[in-house]
């Protein structure tokens, strides 16, 4: 038997390297390109499901805030134009609001509730109104500020009408503006039922 020349043996070997090499990179290391793939996609996978709770998670918060912001709200409104007239309140925050502007009132009669004037389209208001007649004395300055505080109240009210009238000074009493006017406190419209008729 002939013995392989040295050049075929290392043709041979170079071969058999070869064969090895290719076994090695198709049975380790290509499995391990192909995990890292797929592991790669199972990120990328995650990402994709991260950034979509997220998104999900802010518009569920965003959510939760305008439905706080909306409770907030209807909570004013409700104070605003409450859906029973709570006349007693009315007539103490009236009171605080003459002490405050500087003003006496005299007098306030609570008429009955009557529905608000129809919108312009012809539909009806979903509000009543609850006319108070009052009188009060005080300066020209503190008689206008008695007005401004009524329509910035919390609660639903404004002047309508108010007359004036100068009193000149007398040797016991100063100049002084007599006035009377009417008030209205809003009311939802659910709450159509007759108010006291005069306190």
Do not use: H
């Not at 290392?10 to 995990?35: D, E, H, N, R």
């Not at 918060?61 to 029973?84: G, H, R, T, Y």
């Not at 008695?146 to 639903?156: P, Y």
């Amino acid at each position: 038997m002939n013995r392989l020349s040295a050049q075929m043996q290392m043709y041979i070997a170079i071969g058999v390297i070869a064969v090895l090499t290719i076994a090695f990179v198709v049975l380790a290391i290509l499995p391990k390109f192909q995990q890292a793939s797929a592991v790669d996609t199972e990120i990328a996978t995650a990402q994709t499901e991260l950034q979509t709770a997220q998104a999900l998670l802010a518009r569920r918060q965003s959510v939760k805030a305008q439905a706080a912001a909306n409770e907030v709200e209807l909570m004013q409104i409700a104070n605003q134009v409450p859906d029973s007239p709570q006349l007693p309140s009315v007539i103490i925050e009236l009171q605080d609001v003459a002490n405050a502007a500087g003003v006496e009132l005299s007098t306030i009669s609570v008429g009955d509730i009557s529905a608000a004037p129809v919108a312009e389209d012809g539909s009806s208001q979903a509000y009543d109104v609850v006319e108070l007649t009052v009188g009060c004395t005080g300066q020209w300055a503190d008689v206008i500020d008695f007005c401004r505080r009524v329509n910035n109240l919390d609660r639903g009210t404004r002047v309508t009408v108010m007359t004036f009238t100068y009193v000149p000074e007398t040797d016991d009493v100063d100049a002084y503006i007599d006035v009377s006017g009417t008030i209205e406190v809003y009311v939802m419209a659910a709450a159509s039922t007759e108010a006291p008729a005069a306190q």
